[in-house]
T-cell receptor, first 114, second 116 residues
Framework: NAGVTQTPKFQVLKTGQSMTLQCAQD?????MSWYRQDPGMGLRLIHY???????DQGEVPNGYNVSRSTTEDFPLRLLSAAPSQTSVYFC?????????????FGPGTRLLVL | AQKVTQAQTEISVVEKEDVTLDCVYE???????LFWYKQPPSGELVFLIR??????QNEISGRYSWNFQKSTSSFNFTITASQVVDSAVYFC?????????????FGSGTKLNVKP
């Protein structure tokens, strides 16, 4: 199993550009989430999904869109990048609801918005 | 209000010293889960432990041990005989039980520097 994979590892964008951060897992996990990590802070939840076709907002959803057409994939779209979105983004998945099951994280995508 | 507080921003120890990382959480729920993750300099998040609120038994795994005390809302992590490879940022996290999705709340992390 590859676990949770994320691409790209690093990306530089100009303000106003759009892009999609890819996340995939091969563990047949129903629950998937996107987090951002900013310096000196823990991770904050952006969006999450409890199964294919079901998504919802987390703590900091503004400026991001998600969709979940398959169990394996959970892409995160930045609609119009802003410098405030410079961060490290982590995708995570769990077999069931977090806590009852362990949440596993991908290696992260480092995003710089100029 | 911060649900998970890790008051120690950074700790430096010399190899072979014992070190305890503090974690204090806040919740009104009776059912919740606590976690510790390690983030080494390479950046990935490594799962260390998960505990539920009904299991206050302390746990030991090699040089790692965890002390869960509901009375003080604390879930502290001790590394015995620290090694340079233990240098990392350690995050404590809380997950509250909900029907649909148990949201995850991370502390701000404690950076541990282990010097040779």
């Amino acid at each position: 199993n590859a676990g949770v994979t994320q691409t790209p590892k690093f990306q530089v964008l100009k303000t106003g550009q759009s892009m999609t951060l890819q996340c995939a897992q091969d563990m047949n996990h129903e629950y998937m989430s996107w987090y951002r990590q900013d310096p000196g802070m823990g991770l904050r939840l952006i969006h999450y999904s409890v199964g294919a076709g079901i998504t919802d907002q987390g703590e900091v959803p503004n400026g991001y869109n998600v969709s979940r057409s398959t169990t394996e994939d959970f892409p995160l779209r930045l609609l119009s990048a802003a410098p405030s979105q410079t961060s490290v983004y982590f995708c995570a998945s769990s077999y069931g609801n977090i806590g009852a099951e362990t949440q596993y994280f991908g290696p992260g995508t480092r995003l710089l918005v100029l | 209000a911060q649900k998970v507080t890790q008051a120690q921003t950074e700790i430096s120890v010399v190899e072979k010293e014992d070190v305890t990382l503090d974690c204090v959480y806040e919740t009104r729920d009776t059912t919740y889960y606590l976690f510790w993750y390690k983030q080494p300099p390479s950046g990935e998040l490594v799962f260390l432990i998960r505990r539920n609120s009904f299991d206050e038994q302390n746990e030991i795994s090699g040089r790692y041990s965890w002390n869960f005390q509901k009375s003080t809302s604390s879930f502290n992590f001790t590394i015995t005989a620290s090694q340079v490879v233990d240098s990392a940022v350690y995050f404590c996290a809380l997950s509250e039980d909900r029907d649909n999705f148990n949201k995850f709340y991370f502390g701000s992390g404690t950076k541990l520097n282990v010097k040779p």
